[in-house]
């Protein structure tokens, strides 16, 4: 099994798709004249502010879920892991992926809200790549074509949220909690199934509610402990500094000969920790309640700045400047460790455990437990994510037709598939928990690999009524209004949320 999931993860995670989500970001920033840079102090005022509804949350809690998704291993173990294998120097590639992510972020997340349609079974805001991809052509020649591409995307999806990535989550958790508390791992798992299946059964709403609450707090906190371990190591800085640049640029004589590495880890554990590009943030941004789809994406463009620039880069610089870490030769841990990556212990494994043994240095024991803390915050809140964008994908799948009886159920699939898709999920992460680290990251690559090379593709023929978006928005923006989307003006076809919809605040003067 562990060399089949390497070949199938090596062909899928190909130059080809570092290339692409590289080359997507950069023709994305160029096309939104560099939306990630002009837009900031308006991305940062539409985070606090924003209208929530009985139909839709509200842009911060919006933005919360996708934190919520974003924010997990991927920021510790990730980082670790990318360090590990491509260098000090794929640090600053997960930079690059964050900014030129954070273009292609507001494309797909601006789709996602135009094409969003209310679930007439929960009344709920439901949106995402398979939305936009079977609804934006729905007036064209190639509407069918389309249509078997977001029920592709749908289908991918499920299995990637459902089944493929959450095992990495709780593989980190159990790994860590075993380390500082020498919890077993098949313990961990129960208890993260105890608690998974209590938020979950509660539907979008209560989602929203338990990321909007733990996201911010588990973020600060850990950066904030974070910073005092990197102050602490403040004459090392300045040396880390030029070591991630040299490397990345393979002018480092450690280094040099692995800068083809530096990129791929780089790239590779920047889409998997900030999901640029992957297909999940529209999931999240389609639930808002805004009154113009380039809010929504706005604000989903910063969340990849808080991902990486903040949470990763903690991560990293925790680590580099305490010298706990060592690269590996080959992409492997079973590969020669160079001689100038770091000085960590051999028996520590690549993972999590770079983390707490940077922690350690300054708070000797307590490092493993804090890192343990903040990974199960971290790796829960990304797994109640991945159900959530499963489920809507399940939801998108079975359409109007539900229920449609199906006898090897013995039911009905509307009745009987939430349940089959919540019982996967929970054995997604208890097989996590006790797997392997190797196999347990293979399969959460996979299914990100699959996701980006879908979602990325789509958005790149469907990109023109995001830019309409922006440019209207920027439009009303200057004139001083409040933007209120309307596809009409606009020439947008397929967006049928949006030709009825009116603002909350009108919606209110309205008699029910």
């Known amino acids: 099994m562990s060399a089949f999931l390497d070949t199938a993860n090596s062909y899928i995670w190909s130059k080809g798709l570092i290339y692409l989500c590289l080359a997507a970001g950069v023709y994305f920033s160029i096309r939104t004249r560099f939306v990630q840079i002009r837009q900031v102090p308006e991305m940062i005022r539409l985070m606090l502010n924003g209208e929530k509804s009985a139909s839709g949350v509200s842009s911060f809690q919006a933005l919360a879920m996708s934190l919520s ?102 593989n980190s958790m159990a790994s860590a ?57 403040a004459s090392a800085i300045p040396g880390v500094l030029n070591m991630v640049f040299a490397s990345a640029f393979g002018v480092d004589s450690a280094f040099g000969a692995i800068i083809g590495s530096a990129v791929m880890w780089g790239v590779k554990r920047g889409v998997y920790s900030n999901e640029a590009g992957q297909g999940t943030g529209p999931h999240s941004a389609a639930a808002a309640e805004v009154s113009h789809p380039a809010k929504q994406g706005l604000v989903q463009a910063f969340a990849v700045y808080i991902d990486t620039l903040f949470v990763c880069s903690a991560t990293g610089f925790l680590i580099l400047s305490t010298g706990a870490y060592r690269v590996f030769d080959g992409e492997s841990a079973t590969g020669a460790v160079r001689a100038d990556g770091g000085a960590l212990p051999s028996d520590v494994a690549v993972g999590p455990g770079y983390a707490q043994a940077g922690f350690d240095t300054l708070w000797s024991g307590a490092g493993s437990s804090f890192v343990a803390i903040s990974l199960a915050f971290f790796c829960l809140t990304t797994i109640i994510a991945y159900y959530y964008m499963a489920e809507t994908n399940l939801r998108f799948l079975l359409g109007k037709h539900a229920p449609t009886p199906v006898p090897f159920l013995r039911g009905t699939i509307g009745s009987n598939s939430t349940m089959i898709l919540q019982a996967l999920i929970l054995i997604s992460v208890a097989v996590g928990a006790v797997s392997t680290a190797k196999d347990a990251w293979a399969l959460g690559d996979i299914g990100v690999g699959l996701m980006a090379w879908l979602n990325i593709i789509g958005i790149l023929v469907l990109q023109q009524p995001a830019y309409k978006a922006l440019r209207d928005y920027e439009r009303q923006q200057k004139s001083g209004l409040d933007p209120v989307f309307d596809p009409k003006t606009l020439a947008i076809p397929g967006a049928t949320f949006w030709e009825t919809y009116k603002p909350t605040k009108e919606r209110d003067k309205v008699p029910s």
Not at 79 to 106: D, E, K, N, Q, R
Not at 139 to 164: D, N, P, Q
Request: with cysteine.
């Open 177 to 233: 909690m075993q380390s500082a508390w020498s919890l077993p791992e098949w313990g961990v798992a129960v208890g993260i199934i105890i608690v998974l299946a209590f938020v979950i059964i509660g539907g979008v709403k209560r989602i929203a509610a338990f990321a909007g609450v733990v996201v911010p707090f588990m973020a600060i906190g850990y950066i904030a402990v974070s910073l005092v371990i990197v102050v602490a190591n």
């Open 69 to 170: 998704g974003r924010i997990g291993t991927g920021n510790i173990a990730g980082v670790a892991t990318a360090i590990a294998f491509g260098g000090p120097g794929a640090l600053f590639w997960m930079w690059v992926m964050a900014f030129l992510g954070a273009s292609t972020s507001f494309v797909e997340c601006t789709l996602g809200q135009i094409y969003k349609t209310k679930d007439p079974q929960t009344g709920e805001y439901r949106g995402g790549p398979a939305y936009y991809f079977s609804r934006a052509m729905a007036h064209t020649r190639a509407a069918s074509a389309f249509k078997v591409y977001g029920i592709i995307f749908a289908a991918v999806t499920i299995l990637a949220c459902g089944v493929l990535m959450p095992s990495v989550q709780s």
